[in-house]
């Protein structure tokens, strides 16, 4: 499986769950993750010596520094993309998804007007 694609929203302590992309990604409670920052993308790798986790839950907390400098909101859905070939977790905010599909719909759409 070279990408498995969910969705989820944050909750009130900043923490984001998806089990079928954690389950593909191998994710168990204890994993240990290094949080980089992509352009306005949150990117976890899976990293024996990363400084964050996957919870208990099976959560992992987006830090609130992280979550400002991407627009990551609570509410809208976030998108979470995981390569499992990479150990890697890609989250979204609604706003690039917005972008990326307004983006799509007007190069579909553009010469057909």
């Known amino acids: 499986m070279d990408t498995v694609v969910g969705m989820a929203r944050v909750d009130r302590t900043g923490r984001v769950r998806e089990w079928s992309v954690f389950d593909a990604l191998g994710w168990r409670p204890g994993r240990r993750l290094r949080l980089e920052i992509l352009d306005e993308v949150i990117v976890f790798v899976a990293d024996p010596i990363g400084h964050h986790r996957v919870d208990e839950r099976g959560a992992v907390t987006l830090p609130a520094a992280a979550r400002q400098m991407c ?11 995981g390569k499992p070939g990479e150990r890697t977790l890609f ?21 057909s007007r």
């Open 71 to 81: 627009g990551i909101e609570r509410g809208p859905a976030l998108l979470l993309i």
């Open 91 to 111: 989250v979204h905010s609604a706003k690039i998804l917005t972008r990326l599909l307004a983006d799509f719909y007007d190069d579909i759409l553009g010469g």
